[in-house]
């Protein structure tokens, strides 16, 4: 079983920052890929970026240039540095987990999912 506990979400002004983390349980954090998706209100939950076990990163076309993924095995945490943000980034941003090799960005292929973790970004 993995637990996964996002935080770091909050309202910020349309050009700002926020770095979301999210904290996983278990002792095999390293070998799971991760991943971050959104969903807004009456929308489709949405693939944002993933990483796999080996570091290697994926974003959605949405994001890239403005987002990063990144994880700190050593904290069993995976991290959203979110830059340039639009209010179209307004969302609840979930983390998961996947016991797969390769990045999916089909939310059915996750295993385990936070909380979420509210992001608003104001014009």
């Known amino acids: 079983q993995v637990q996964l506990v996002e935080s770091g979400g909050g309202l910020v002004q349309a050009g700002g920052s926020l770095r979301l983390s999210c904290a996983a349980s278990?002792?095999?954090?390293?070998?799971?890929?991760m991943g971050w998706f959104r969903q807004a209100p009456g929308k489709e939950r949405e693939f944002v970026a993933g990483?796999?076990?080996?570091?290697?990163?994926y974003y959605a076309d949405s994001v890239k240039g403005r987002f990063t993924i990144s994880r700190d095995n050593a904290k069993n945490t995976v991290y959203l540095l979110m830059n340039s943000l639009k209010p179209e980034d307004t969302a609840v941003y979930y983390c998961?987990?996947?016991?797969?090799?390769?990045?999916?960005?089909?939310?059915?292929?996750?295993?385990?999912w936070g909380q979420g973790t509210q992001v608003t970004v104001s014009s």
């Open positions: 998961a987990a996947d016991f797969g090799f390769a990045v999916a960005t089909e939310a059915a292929k996750y295993d385990y």
């Open positions: 990483i796999r076990s080996g570091g290697n990163t």
């Open positions: 278990g002792r095999t954090f390293s070998s799971y890929v």
